[in-house]
């Protein structure tokens, strides 16, 4: 089991920056893929960037590509996710990810967090 704590989240303006971090805890010896998905109010819940267990694959949603980045510290046991240039439509709650396969899908991944607020304010 792998348990996920995110952190960072909060209400911004647009054109501002947050850094959202998730924790892991547990069986944090096996190698672990992490992604960071959203969910706004009465969409489903949708992919937005991912990373691989050594760090040296990344993948991110179109609508965020070049303005988020995801990162790793596995001697952190932290996955995270910043965020720049953000928009109003970027407002969700994010949630974090893990699973032993790399995935850009909500189906690939079998660890969840429970999830952090972002606001961003026009």
């Known amino acids: 089991q792998v348990q996920l704590v995110e952190s960072g989240g909060g209400s911004v303006q647009a054109g501002g920056s947050l850094k959202l971090s998730c924790a892991s805890s547990g069986r944090t010896f096996s190698p672990y893929a992490k992604g960071w998905f959203r969910q706004a109010p009465g969409k489903e819940r949708e992919f937005v960037a991912a990373i691989s267990w050594r760090g040296d694959r990344s993948d991110y949603a179109g609508s965020v590509k070049g303005r988020f980045t995801i990162s790793r510290d596995n001697a952190k046991n932290t996955v995270y996710l910043q965020m720049n240039s953000l928009k109003p439509e970027d407002t969700a709650v994010y949630y974090c990810?893990?699973?032993?396969?790399?995935?850009?899908?909500?189906?690939?991944?079998?660890?969840w967090g429970q999830g952090t607020q972002v606001t961003v304010s026009s």
């Open positions: 990810a893990a699973d032993p396969r790399y995935g850009v899908v909500t189906t690939a991944y079998s660890y």
